[in-house]
């Protein structure tokens, strides 16, 4: 595997790194788990928030660098990098407020003395994607540097500086050795370290394929896995939606990070044959309006992609589209400039039996449907086969709930598109993977959660009745 930073914007090779060697790698994870038994395991919660916030101050401190670094190397606009940065940081400081919280011991009321823990169980292996360079560290980091674990993490081949600065940025933040280790290491190398019984646990963000491979491994092996895999999230207007506020999370839950989320609403979905052609005029018209350029400029509102082969991907999938009789409303070409450019593109008159119908286009493609009522509406939404997000627009809140429960789905948002938040729960069902990340749910999926009972002095065996 490759790791190397390919500036999107011009296609230009900015600097080669190479991979680690076996016994480099045996050596780190040696390290970690000696720093994970020695010394991190045993630190108070206070100890390890200190320095997980100042971490999270670093990554403020340094946003307008590390915001460039996500620009380089995997092409968001600028100003939606430096809003990574920011929802980074923000995760840190969350689970640096409220671990202790979390992990307290929650005595069970029916069994006096009877009380569960939570404890972190070793040296977790993260293998995380390029879409959102330091989000996807923050949101393990967190809450299993809080738990008290420690973290190994191979991140994506094509961000190795933005993986090298988030591992800087822990260091400097006061972290001991072994605590948190970016390995630049092959598919192999990753295989051998799920094998390793010093890793306790795995947790993968990134494609269908990738995620089953690691999790049959890890289930051959015993290991805890938490899978965060992709997903067609579909967006349903309903009758009753405001326009103009509806368009907007369109526009923006389709087209931010030039559409290159798990959770970018990828199927619009209008109720209502007159509405759906009024919001396909205005999609088109917005979508027609982006200006591609430059990330770092703040006049550019169509990126790049993040690679070639996401380029010739999703090209291949408008071809076979439109070979198996969808509409290509807008756009369908790459664009003739230098870079990972595509154009923004609609697609309309897609039907079961067309191949993107259940396949997650990943780029600026909007797929527009018009259902003739909710319930055609949600047979739409239903009929791939992921479950990461979805959202319902509705001015009737709740109907709107109503709706967003009967998504198959992980989560659903009422009047807004799928997003992230520390606070949120976040995660899939069906393809989209299994486990949570974020909230208080994701700080407990790697723990031993312990249950301790105590008797009094003197009890007798259970089942056996004290001797009056």
Not at 174 to 197: H, K, W
Not at 380 to 409: C, H, K, M, W, Y
Request: with cysteine.
């Amino acid at each position: 595997m490759a790791y190397q930073t390919i500036n999107p914007a011009t296609g230009t090779v900015e600097m080669r790194f190479d991979t680690i060697s076996d016994a480099t790698l045996d050596d780190a994870l040696a390290t970690a788990r000696t720093a994970f038994e020695s010394d991190w395991r045993r630190r108070s919660i206070d100890e390890r928030a200190t320095i997980v916030r100042r971490a999270a101050a670093l990554m403020r401190e340094e946003a307008p660098r590390l915001a460039a670094l996500v620009v380089r190397e995997m092409g968001k606009l600028l100003a939606q990098a430096e809003g990574e940065v920011a929802l980074s940081a923000s995760i840190l400081d969350y689970y640096a407020d409220h671990a202790a919280h979390y992990l307290k011991p929650e005595r069970i009321a029916e069994r006096e003395g009877a009380s569960v823990h939570r404890l972190p169980i070793g040296v977790i292996l993260g293998v995380e994607p390029w879409n959102f360079p330091y989000y996807q560290l923050a949101r393990v980091a967190g809450p299993q540097l809080m738990v008290g674990n420690v973290l190994m993490v191979k991140h994506a081949g094509s961000v190795p500086q933005c993986a090298a600065a988030f591992e800087d940025l822990m260091r400097r933040a006061g972290a001991p050795d072994g605590v948190y280790t970016n390995i630049y290491a092959s598919t192999d190398q990753v295989a051998r370290l799920i094998e390793d019984p010093r890793i306790a646990g795995v947790t993968v963000t990134g494609s269908e394929r990738a995620g089953a491979a690691v999790a049959a491994q890890a289930g051959k092996n015993l290991k805890k896995s938490v899978m965060e895999l992709g997903g067609s999230d579909p967006l349903i207007v309903l009758p009753d939606a405001p326009f103009e506020t509806t368009l907007d999370n369109i526009m923006w839950g389709r087209m931010n990070n030039t559409g290159q989320s798990c959770v970018a609403s990828k199927r619009i979905i209008v109720v209502g044959a007159e509405r759906a052609a009024a919001f396909l005029d205005a999609i088109i018209e917005r979508m027609a309006a982006l200006v591609p350029g430059d990330p770092m400029d703040a006049a550019t509102t169509l990126g790049p992609l993040s690679s070639e082969d996401a380029v010739e991907h999703i090209l291949d999938q408008i071809r076979r589209a439109e070979a198996a009789g969808a509409v290509i409303r807008l756009g369908g070409h790459r664009l003739n400039r230098p870079g990972f450019y595509v154009e923004a593109t609609v697609l309309t008159d897609i039907d079961e039996a067309n191949p993107i119908y259940r396949e997650e286009l990943f780029g600026p493609v909007i797929s527009f449907y018009a259902a003739a009522d909710e319930a055609e509406a949600l047979k739409i939404a239903n009929a791939v086969p992921f479950g990461l997000g979805g959202s319902v627009f509705t001015a009737d809140l709740a109907r709107g709930e109503q709706v967003a429960l009967a998504i198959e789905s992980g989560m659903a948002f009422v009047n807004n598109p799928t997003w992230t938040a520390p606070e949120l729960p976040f995660g899939g069902t069906k393809n989209s993977g299994y486990g949570r990340e974020l909230s208080e749910l994701g700080f407990g999926e790697f723990v031993n959660a312990k249950l301790i009972a105590v008797s009094p002095v003197g009890a007798p065996p259970p089942g056996v009745a004290q001797a009056g």
